[in-house]
């Protein structure tokens, strides 16, 4: 028995043998497959991290550079301020005010700091450990069907909003954390902190902090209480979202938050943290700062300095423009033209009303309240015309409340017939106002043609229209060519078109006194004899006799030079001008800068050629002052952000203005280094033959005011345009 017995071991052993030997291979395949593992993956990670300073190396060839934030300047507000210092506009792309960082508020950089990167004074530029706690929140997030947070530094977000863009990539990703370390070497974790804090938007229009105080609260940085600081350091993420007018549990939920940081960080004590809790959030609206209504002036100030500066040295220098315009002034050219529009486009009857509302129906005060004129009604209001009768007509005003208009008060108001004729004269109110009609009114004024009183004293409506014609008007002083008022139209909001500055229109008879200078220039004399007969002017050959004719083509024979402009006798001027040579005409007109499109012909002796109504304002203005040369100015002193004097309308220095102790000697006088473009003495003759204008001439209607007055009248063809040029 002892064979069997030997087999089974000899099995046994051979058994165990092929188990070592597949253990041993299964333990070399183990090794060989960690090897293999080991190995991959260490190629892996060389490759990887080839690849990863590949992306960096590219990424870090074409950033930008960032050496000028060291001296970073941000985009301030433009201020335009009138004659009295009071604003009259204020221009920018992003409203904010810049804040040096010592002057913000501890508790306010506490609060941003908690919020927002809580390790900022001890990260290099970018945040390891936030980005490792962000990667384990943004899982559950995730898993949640949360947006993922991000882990950028301030440092980072000031990378991103001063070099790069907002678009989401990793090459993005990247060339913010270089510059993020890269800025952290070159500047001081205040620079970087004051950066963030003046640009970061934290809605409302609000950048900064400083701009967010005043827009939200109406306070100042220093003046914000610890709960305000919190709710301001939320914004960053989503303003719109933390908005209290529209979201205020999350707004309260997110300052909260803010809160609890600054406390965890050792920032505020519990106390401090539960009585900014237990603040409420009450939104202030930023007081309206009162501004002088002066649109066409204001906004032929803005398109000069664009030119001057450009746009972002307008919209972002932080100018301070001290303008010449007076604001009393101001207020009167605006009211003198649109009630000169008005009486005018009166005398040419009544339109129509505006628009038409069911006064039946139950919602007509609301849409009443919401009807657009399409203008700037001014004093004028909107009104529906209730029920109407013979003798007056009941109305509702926008605003609230009824009036009344009655019949004797609608006389201009007649309608037109099919040949655009007036028609018959008003003698009811339901002739011109029917129910439904919704109307232009106002308090009208006793000069007025509809401005009878009643007996009982009451307050007189009348009914108004929007001109179909515009105009312009121009007051500047005329020996320093400061423009006083301008008045570009009727609308500045249906129509920003200057017509004082970009109108180029026929100055007609207006021109004539600076014929009659070339002629006093030629040794003419106000006394001068000139024929006023019929004349006939041959203007070559094919072309027709010209026969200028005076108004109303009378002819007055022998006259004086004086007569000719009081009465604008258009034959005269033509002579006169065919006596002397247009070639003295043109130079008088160049010199004083109505030469546009003149041409050596008599036609243009009668105003012919095209002006704009500064220039010709102007031109006056140099008759008035002796012969002077003046050019005009809106504008008396721009200066910069830091209250340097860039631009300054008299330039002239006064050194002896500057002597702190009087001597007894004579007081100084600044040269006036201005050219002389006329002689003053025919300036002067000039000007007085333009008084006879307003005594007994053509703008005799002026005389009514009382005061002593010269002018010039001017009409073209048809009636087209009509001016008025004076001074006192």
């Known amino acids: 028995m002892p064979s069997p017995k030997r087999s089974t071991d000899i099995s046994g052993a051979s058994t165990r043998r092929s188990e070592r030997g597949f253990l041993a291979r299964f333990a070399g395949g183990i090794v060989s497959g960690i090897s293999w593992l080991v190995v991959t993956a260490a190629l892996g990670a060389v490759i990887a991290g080839g690849a990863l300073l590949y992306i960096i190396n590219r990424a870090g060839d074409d950033l930008p550079d960032y050496s000028h934030l060291a001296n970073y300047v941000p985009p301030n507000v433009t201020r335009i301020h009138a004659g009295d210092g009071r604003i009259?506009?204020?221009?920018?792309?992003?409203?904010?005010?810049?804040?040096?960082?010592?002057?913000?508020p501890r508790p306010v950089k506490d609060a941003f700091v908690a919020a927002e990167d809580k390790n900022f004074y001890s990260h290099i530029?970018?945040?390891?450990?936030?980005?490792?706690?962000?990667?384990?929140?943004?899982?559950?997030?995730?898993?949640q069907n949360l947006r993922p947070q991000g882990a950028s530094t301030i440092t980072q977000q000031v990378a991103k909003n001063f070099l790069l863009t907002n678009e989401v990539s990793l090459d993005r990703k990247i060339k913010e954390a270089i510059l993020?370390?890269?800025?952290?070497?070159?500047?001081?974790?205040?620079?970087?902190l004051e950066l963030y804090l003046n640009e970061i938007f934290l809605g409302h229009r609000s950048y900064g902090v400083a701009a967010a105080a005043l827009n939200y609260f109406d306070k100042a940085l220093e003046e914000l209480t610890l709960s305000e600081a919190a709710f301001l350091a939320g914004l960053p993420k989503a303003p719109s979202r933390y908005d209290p007018a529209t979201n205020y549990g999350e707004a309260v939920a997110r300052r909260d938050y803010v809160i609890g940081r600054m406390l965890d960080d050792g920032y505020i004590t519990r106390a401090d943290a539960d009585a900014a809790r237990a603040e409420d959030i009450v939104l202030r609206s930023r007081k309206e700062t009162e501004t002088v209504s002066a649109d066409f002036f204001t906004e032929e100030v803005r398109r000069t300095l664009v030119d001057t500066f450009g746009e972002d040295g307008f919209y972002g220098g932080g100018l301070s423009v001290r303008t010449t315009v007076d604001p009393v002034m101001q207020a009167f050219a605006d009211s003198a033209l649109r009630r000169g529009l008005s009486a005018y486009?009166?005398?040419?009857?009544?339109?129509?009303?505006?628009?038409?509302?069911?006064?039946?129906?139950?919602?007509?005060?609301?849409?009443?309240?919401?009807?657009?004129?399409?203008?700037?009604?001014?004093?004028?209001?909107?009104?529906?015309?209730?029920?109407?009768?013979a003798d007056k007509a009941r109305l509702a005003?926008?605003?609230g409340g009824e009036i009344e208009i009655f019949a004797r008060h609608l006389s201009w108001a007649r309608r037109l017939d099919a040949n655009g004729d007036l028609g018959p004269d008003v003698t009811r109110a339901d002739r011109v106002l029917e129910p439904g009609d919704v109307v232009i009114v106002t308090l009208v004024e006793p000069e007025d043609e509809d401005?009878?009183?009643?007996?009982?004293?009451?307050?007189?409506?009348?009914?108004?229209?929007r001109p179909n014609i515009e105009g312009g008007l121009v007051a500047l002083d005329p020996h320093t060519g400061r423009v006083l008022a301008m008045s570009g139209g009727f609308s500045f909001r249906q129509s920003k078109f200057n017509r004082a500055t970009q109108a180029n229109r026929q100055p007609g008879s207006a021109f004539k006194p600076f014929v009659y200078l070339a002629a006093l220039e030629s040794g003419f004399t106000p006394a001068s004899i000139i024929l006023d007969a019929p004349l006939v002017i041959d203007q070559g050959e094919g072309l027709p006799k010209w026969k200028p004719a005076n108004y109303g083509d009378r002819f007055y024979g022998p006259s004086t030079l004086r007569l000719g402009i009081e009465k604008s006798r258009n034959l005269m001027t033509v002579r006169l001008a065919q006596q002397i040579g247009m070639g003295r005409v043109i130079d008088v007109a160049t010199r004083f800068g109505v030469d546009r499109g003149l041409g050596n012909n008599l036609a243009s002796a009668l105003g012919s050629n095209e002006v704009d109504l500064l220039s010709l304002t102007t031109a006056y203005a140099m008759l008035v002052n002796g012969g002077r040369k003046i050019d005009p100015s809106l504008v008396e002193r721009i200066q910069d952000r830091y209250g340097r004097t860039v631009l300054a309308r008299d330039p002239r220095i006064c050194e002896a203005c500057r002597k702190l102790v009087w001597d007894g000697e004579p007081p100084p006088v600044i040269p006036d280094g201005r050219p002389l473009i006329a002689d003053p003495r025919e300036a002067y003759q000039m000007v007085h033959i333009m008084e006879g204008v307003i005594d007994h001439g053509t703008g005799v209607r002026a005389a009514k005011i009382g005061k002593p007055l010269a002018g010039k009248t001017g009409t073209t063809n048809d009636s087209r345009d009509a001016w008025f040029v004076g001074f006192s």
């Open 125 to 143: 530029g970018v945040d390891p450990v936030g980005i490792i706690r962000a990667a384990v929140d943004n899982i559950q997030r995730l898993q």
């Open 397 to 399: 005003l926008a605003e």
């Open 88 to 104: 009259l506009a204020e221009y920018a792309h992003e409203k904010r005010v810049f804040v040096p960082i010592d002057a913000i």
């Open 451 to 465: 401005g009878d009183g009643q007996a009982d004293g009451k307050a007189v409506w009348g009914l108004r229209q």
């Open 180 to 192: 993020a370390l890269r800025m952290e070497k070159a500047f001081s974790k205040d620079h970087i």
């Open 345 to 389: 486009d009166r005398r040419q009857g009544y339109r129509g009303p505006l628009g038409h509302i069911d006064p039946t129906a139950p919602d007509w005060s609301g849409e009443l309240a919401e009807f657009d004129p399409g203008f700037e009604p001014g004093s004028w209001k909107i009104a529906l015309v209730l029920d109407s009768g």
